[in-house]
T-cell receptor
């Protein structure tokens, strides 16, 4: 079973705009991670935010975590065509398995 | 190698056959994970190894699935008596260590299994 739920399931925006994706989860976590996947194959790790952190930045990415609401958001600023992909949040319970959501399909239109 | 590698990249088999999927983790990574991803879904956890031992196999769907990591490096996922419902992309990941709060997992490109 999957814990996370991403919202929206699909998002289409114009190049240069910002893209925001949200993730909700159900149980307590140690950390939450965001991954990108192109063409249904290997996942690329984007960013990890620990349960005691509230916000983290990496380049054009900004992730927030609200443990009281059991939610996280991923913001991609100044989107590019190359950002077109599926984005997944994954929660780590303990130091073990990741539990993924169903993903957000992001399309950047030129 | 620089990253996690998986072989084969694609596997087509017939219902009832036995298949083996191989994963080579990043050198020095002690933790290794297997996930399965069906079309349009996120990856689902199958099993993880810390060293040679399976520390958590709670995600294996039934006893037709088995995985080994005999020397603490390469791992093989074995599926007996394959069924059409086993068709999916099987992803392997590794991480440097298991800490109290978890580490980034590095994923391989996956093996796309098709059971006819």
């Amino acid at each position: 079973s999957q814990q996370g739920e991403e919202d929206p399931q699909a998002l289409s925006i114009q190049e240069g705009e910002n893209a925001t994706m949200n993730c909700s989860y159900k149980t307590s976590i140690n950390n939450l991670q965001w991954y990108r996947q192109n063409s249904g194959r290997g996942l690329v790790h984007l960013i990890l935010i620990r349960s005691n952190e509230r916000e983290k930045h990496s380049g054009r990415l900004r992730v927030t975590l609200d443990t009281s609401k059991k939610s996280s958001s991923l913001l991609i600023t100044a989107s590019r065509a190359a950002d077109t992909a599926s984005y997944f949040c994954a929660t780590a319970q303990g130091a073990q398995k990741l539990v993924f959501g169903q993903g957000t399909r992001l399309t950047i239109n030129p | 190698g620089a990253g996690v590698s998986q072989t084969p990249s694609n596997k087509v088999t017939e219902k009832g056959k036995y298949v083996e999927l191989r994963c080579d983790p990043i050198s020095g990574h002690t933790a290794l994970y297997w996930y399965r991803q069906s079309l349009g879904q996120g990856p689902e956890f199958l099993i993880y190894f810390q060293g040679t031992g399976a520390a958590d196999d709670s995600g294996l769907p039934n006893d037709r699935f088995f995985a080994v990591r005999p020397e603490g490096s390469v791992s093989t996922l074995k599926i007996q008596r394959t069924e059409r419902g086993d068709s999916a992309v099987y992803l392997c990941a590794s991480s440097l260590r298991l800490t109290g709060s978890g580490d980034e997992q590095f994923f391989g490109p996956g093996t796309r299994l098709t059971v006819l």
